[in-house]
Every structure is written in C-alpha cells, then in structure tokens.
C-alpha cells in the first residue's frame, strides 16, 4: 500500500514537444504529492508539488494534473528542452505517521533536439 | 538558504576502514533524513531523525550509524562497509509544516567501498 508505480521507465522527446510521465497511488492517507527532478551525479530536487483538493497546478511549462478518485497524478512538461533532460520521480508522502516520503521508481528522460 | 550541503562529495574507503558522512542544513527544519541510491533506482529510506531523536530505522545494518548532535547536523558514521554498499547517499532536510512533508536534498555523497 506504500508503493507509487510510475511510468514509463523511459522516455524520449522530440524538443519542443510534450512530455508526459504518469504515476498511480494506493494508499489514500496520501496528502501531499511532489515531483523530483535529479541530474546524474546530484541530489534530487524538488520540481513541483500539488495536494489532492487541487485538480491541476501549474509552474511555467511543467503541469501536475491529479485525479483524486483514480488515485493517479501525472506530470506534463511543454515546450519541453534538452536540458530537460533528466531523471523525474514522483513522491507521495502523508502529514502523519512516520512523514516518510514515497518514491515511484523514476523516468530517464531524454529530449532530443 | 534552501540548502542542504554534503561532505565529503566523493569517498573512497576500504573494507576496513571508518568514516563519516555529514550534513548541515540552516532551514530551520527539525526532521532529516538519510537516503541511499543505487544506479538507476529511486532513493531508499534509511534513517529519519525527527526533533534530533532517530523515529525511523528501516532495518539498516548496524554497520551504518547515524548521528544527529544538533538540529541543523546529521552524520552517518560507516565502519566495516561491504563493496555492495557503494551508492549515492543522499541527506534530506524536511519541512513538515503546512500538513505536509517537502524534502530537500543535498547533492550527496558519491560513496564507492574497495
């Protein structure tokens, strides 16, 4: 019930197109879900974050859409750059219990250009 | 200051040898974590000090012992490391206000064991 699934695994870009990075829940004592976003060699660092009783949030040209009753969050990236290039992880954490954060097992993406 | 800073960067350390990892954050946070990432994979909890006290320890082995002598440092001292233990390890210092739990991390420390 602790696990986030996240897909695909991969992903490649053409530049300026739209990346698009899905992610699934179980446990609904979730209350808080970021995205991370690491570079080879760095730490992860927070990208963007939403909470269930918002639909959509939105941050320059990344947007997390969040389907409460589907338990699924995705993230889109537009007009997407090589820089972009990098590995996203979804998170999923909760205001009680232990305040651990969850991890998906992460998206390599690579924007060609 | 949103920083959360590691040392050393890299470390290079033999079977036999002890070191120590550290981690410094001035965010105010009282909560910090230690993490351990192998290639390709998502960060793995290890350790979660809350209010300078250790609450979570996900069943590491004793060869790994964390530290936390104030609330703006961690330490992870190690000590008899197996060659399988090399990964990125990854501090995080988190705000656990607002009802929620936003991890920084630091940069990590890049731990390769001979």
């Known amino acids: 019930q602790q696990q986030v699934k996240q897909s695909p695994q991969s992903l490649i870009v053409q530049k300026g197109g739209i990346s698009i990075i899905n992610c699934a829940y179980e446990n609904t004592a979730f209350d808080y879900f970021p995205w991370y976003q690491q570079f080879p060699g760095k730490g992860p660092a927070l990208l963007i974050a939403?909470?269930?009783?918002?639909s959509e949030k939105k941050e320059g040209r990344f947007t997390i859409s969040f389907n409460k009753s589907a338990k699924q969050f995705s993230l889109h990236i537009m007009d997407s750059q090589p820089g972009d290039s990098a590995t996203y992880f979804c998170a999923a954490s909760h205001s009680g219990g232990y305040q651990k954060v969850t991890f998906g097992t992460g998206t390599k993406l690579q924007v060609i250009p | 200051d949103t920083e959360v800073t590691q040392t050393p960067k890299h470390l290079v350390m033999g079977m036999t040898n002890k070191k120590s990892l550290k981690c410094e954050q001035h965010?105010?946070?009282?909560?910090m974590y230690w993490y351990k990432q192998k290639a390709k994979k998502p960060p793995e909890l290890m350790f979660v000090?809350?209010?300078?006290?250790?609450?979570i320890n996900e069943s590491v082995p004793s060869r790994f012992s964390p530290e936390c002598p104030n609330s703006s440092l961690l330490n992870l001292h190690l000590h008899a490391l197996q060659p399988e233990d090399s990964a990125l390890y990854l501090c995080?210092?988190?705000?656990?206000?607002?009802?929620?739990?936003?991890?920084?991390f630091g940069q990590g420390t890049r731990l390769t064991v001979v």
């Open positions: 995080a210092s988190l705000n656990i206000g607002g009802g929620h739990t936003e991890a920084f």
């Open positions: 965010m105010g946070h009282r909560a």
């Open positions: 000090y809350s209010y300078e006290k250790l609450s």
């Open positions: 939403i909470r269930p009783d918002v």
